[in-house]
């Protein structure tokens, strides 16, 4: 089974902290996406990339920056929080195979106050 | 632009009730159409359509992809309270999954 693993499941911070979220899977999988999910919008892509060393930005880059050094991990880092950054943070990998599903880890529940 | 747009927003039933939520897209490079469900936590994968024509089912739910109309809709059968929750479509396109902002099912006793 696919194991997408957020390093945490809620997360409170203050405004103008700089915060790392952590997203590793153990399946080797290529693509790897972060998304926040927020009431009436659904889920939007903030970045996602393809390979190591490799980013594109996604729907709602602003305010966050990733990193991808290893394969398997994926980092969302968000330079300076501020209150609208509050939200529920999903990160999802997904591989080649034609018949392979997006894959989420648990979500992390940020609050910035 | 791609889009993917779901129906209803939501939906309250009785336990025994049969439901369908609809999922209909505007994509370019389609490559599948995928089913989750969403309680307070991350989405589980139900089912991925990538045929016409052809029906996913487990158990109570099931579900069947119209590529030439595009759309898809997944059938609950005999609702219980446990099928409480968000579905949500997402359709691939490419090498990117665009999602629908789901339908909120709730399954009164």
């Known amino acids: 089974d696919v194991k997408v693993t957020q390093s945490s499941r809620y997360l409170v911070k203050r405004t103008g902290e700089k915060v790392f979220l952590e997203c590793v899977q153990d399946?080797?999988?290529?693509?790897m996406f972060w998304y926040r999910q927020d009431p009436g919008l659904g889920l939007r892509l903030i970045y996602f990339?393809?390979?190591?060393?490799?980013?594109e930005k996604g729907d709602i880059p602003e305010g966050y920056s990733v990193s991808r050094e290893k394969k398997e991990r994926f980092s969302l880092i968000l330079e300076s929080a501020s209150t609208n950054q509050t939200s529920m943070y999903l990160c999802?990998?997904?591989?080649?195979?034609?018949?392979?599903?997006?894959?989420f880890g648990n979500g992390t529940r940020l609050t910035v106050t | 632009e791609d889009k993917v747009v779901q129906s209803p927003l939501s939906l309250v039933v009785h336990e025994g009730d049969t439901v369908t939520l609809n999922c209909s897209y505007e994509?370019?490079?389609?490559?599948?159409l995928l089913w989750y469900k969403q309680e307070k936590k991350a989405p589980t994968f139900l089912f991925m359509l990538?045929?016409?024509?052809i029906e996913k089912k487990s158990g109570r739910l099931s579900s069947i992809l119209d590529k030439k109309e595009l759309f898809s809709i997944l059938n609950i059968t005999a609702t219980q309270t446990g099928d409480s929750a968000v579905y949500l479509c997402?359709?691939?396109?490419?090498?990117?999954?665009?999602f629908g902002t789901g339908t909120s099912l709730t399954v009164i006793p």
């Open positions: 999802a990998s997904h591989g080649y195979d034609y018949n392979s599903p997006l894959h």
């Open positions: 997402a359709v691939e396109a490419g090498n990117q999954f665009y």
């Open positions: 990538t045929s016409s024509g």
């Open positions: 990339s393809y390979d190591v060393k490799m980013k």
């Open positions: 399946m080797d999988h290529e693509n």
């Open positions: 994509v370019t490079n389609f490559r599948s």
